[in-house]
């Protein structure tokens, strides 16, 4: 073959590139029970559909003569890929090779994985382990100067956030713009006790003065799904490639589709007996919210995201005769159901995925307003309670509330999209008002109840006396609540509403830039 030389020169240096840092670096990141990039690579792509983009990229040394020496690949892998027989671009960091630094690596191969997957309009999904991006002080000694910071590539990292689903796994330990890059996805995880996540080192935190800690300490799975940075921690690489390829089931391609319906094999008219009984009478007794939505949606469908934080929120996505959804519901085994600051920052994201990828969205409502008390106050609970409005009112996708139980103040609101005809129905259980008649009946009658000479027994009468207005009924007759209905309905009343409303769907890109 004429060009068998150079063919051979290719295989050589594709074959050096599989070598990746060397085989006693390979064999360390075995060690620490990691998997090496291309390892990963191979377990979360369909088999066979990985095609490499800039493979034989790296740093290379030669002889006088021009003879290749020795090769040290790039640190950063890409190229498109199948997943679950979808197209998407699937990147990731190379720790065998300086520690997935970003001054080992070749910049324009990273950038170029999120111009492809913008401009492609792909899903992307990230396999971060080591610096990610992050910079180093050798490149002062390297390039002869230093240089004032910029994000190479960051503006398609954050268009990519408005075109396709984006998916951040941190397997190792990510730092700087890595962690930055792990949080500007749609949906991240982290490798309980294998990975970490940190806005420097603990070599930093050190030196400025700021004490002595462990990695562990600074960026550990249970301090970011804890404090909103991270949506989910899990026990394996290997869960954390099924939770990315089950999220983006949920998702479409891009905006420019609808998300993929599914015959899930759930009989849309089934009625749970367990709903019948679910809420107890006592309005200070709580249930279990995730079971009720459980067996509302199809069985085995709930996904939920964000478990361990903004923890009086439940929310994820999940699938109603096969339609993909997104659903939440207040936790009455948290603070009541109240919302907090930390339950309204998660929400709000929750509103824009569902809104960006036209994903109907239903609220299981059982909501007494806003977490009150000094906490909440310095929470700054408020303001965040008032984007979730916001985000409700310029979300673009159809939404509907069934109220299990409570509907009170601000957030009690929520129960429909402002400005829109937002499907509601209620169980017999629905309890609502500005304020709870427990508690807001000692602030509304003080006058009466100090100036009586038995003021239990006055208090017991009024009670009586408003128990019987705040039946759902007396609001169903002025058309207050659009349909009261048997708990054991709402699957089938809710299947037949999905299917309604997906046929008002049309793909579109959002009006405003999606935030993280």
């Not at 429909?416 to 008002?433: F, H, I, L, V």
């Amino acid at each position: 073959m004429t060009w068998q030389p150079e063919l051979d020169e290719l295989h050589r240096r594709q074959e050096l590139a599989e070598r990746l840092g060397g085989a006693d670096k390979v064999e360390r990141q075995h060690h620490f029970g990691k998997l090496t990039v291309r390892e990963r690579v191979e377990q979360v792509v369909d088999d066979g559909s990985f095609w490499e983009l800039g493979k034989t990229a790296g740093v290379a040394e030669y002889d006088d003569a021009g003879n290749l020496l020795a090769f040290t690949p790039s640190n950063f892998v890409f190229g498109l890929a199948e997943l679950d027989g979808r197209p998407a671009v699937v990147s990731g960091d190379d720790f065998t090779v300086r520690g997935g630094s970003n001054d080992a690596s070749i910049s324009a191969k990273r950038e170029a994985s999120e111009a492809i997957a913008a401009e492609m309009r792909l899903p992307h999904v990230r396999l971060l382990d080591g610096l990610s991006g992050g910079g180093s002080v050798k490149t002062i000694e390297q390039s002869g100067r230093t240089y004032i910071p910029v994000l190479p590539g960051w503006h398609t990292v954050v268009d990519h956030l408005s075109i396709a689903p984006s998916v951040s796994l941190v397997l190792g330990s990510v730092a700087g713009f890595g962690a930055a890059r792990a949080t500007a996805s749609h949906y991240s995880v982290m490798v309980r006790d294998t990975s970490q996540m940190m806005i420097a080192g603990p070599a930093l935190v050190e030196q400025a003065g700021l004490g002595k800690v462990a990695k562990e300490e600074l960026g550990h799975a249970d301090i970011h799904t804890t404090n909103g940075a991270i949506d989910d921690a899990v026990a394996s690489e290997a869960e954390a490639f099924e939770r990315a390829t089950h999220f983006l089931s949920y998702l479409p391609t891009s905006v420019d589709e609808l998300p993929p319906v599914e015959d899930w094999g759930d009989d849309p008219g089934r009625r749970d007996p367990m709903l019948a009984d679910l809420v107890p009478r006592n309005p200070r007794q709580s249930y279990d919210m995730r079971a009720l939505m459980s067996a509302v949606v199809d069985e085995g469908s709930f996904f939920e995201i964000g478990r361990d934080w903004g923890t009086s929120v439940i929310g994820g996505l999940a699938r109603l005769d096969g339609v993909p959804v997104a659903v939440y519901g207040e936790n009455p085994m948290m603070y009541g159901g109240g919302w907090t600051a930390d339950a309204c920052r998660k929400l709000t994201r929750l509103i824009d995925l569902a809104s960006l990828f036209k994903l109907p969205m239903v609220h299981f409502e059982d909501c007494p307003g806003f977490l009150i008390g000094k906490q909440s106050e310095q929470d700054a609970t408020i303001r965040y309670g008032t984007e979730v409005l916001v985000a409700l009112r310029e979300a673009q996708m159809p939404y509907c509330t069934v109220v299990i139980r409570k509907a009170f103040g601000v957030a009690g609101a929520a129960n429909r999209k402002p400005g829109a005809e937002s499907m509601r129905m209620a169980w017999p259980s629905g309890d609502w008002g500005s304020l709870p008649l427990e508690g807001g009946l000692e602030v509304a009658y003080k006058a009466e109840l100090e100036a009586s000479d038995a003021p239990e027994q006055l208090k017991q009468e009024i009670t009586e006396r408003l128990n019987r207005l705040r039946s759902p009924h007396r609001s169903a007759e002025f058309y207050e609540i659009e349909q009261i209905i048997d708990p054991l309905d709402t699957r089938p009343m809710l299947c037949d509403w999905v299917r309604l409303v997906h046929r008002t769907l049309r793909p579109s890109s959002p009006s405003w830039g999606y935030r993280p």
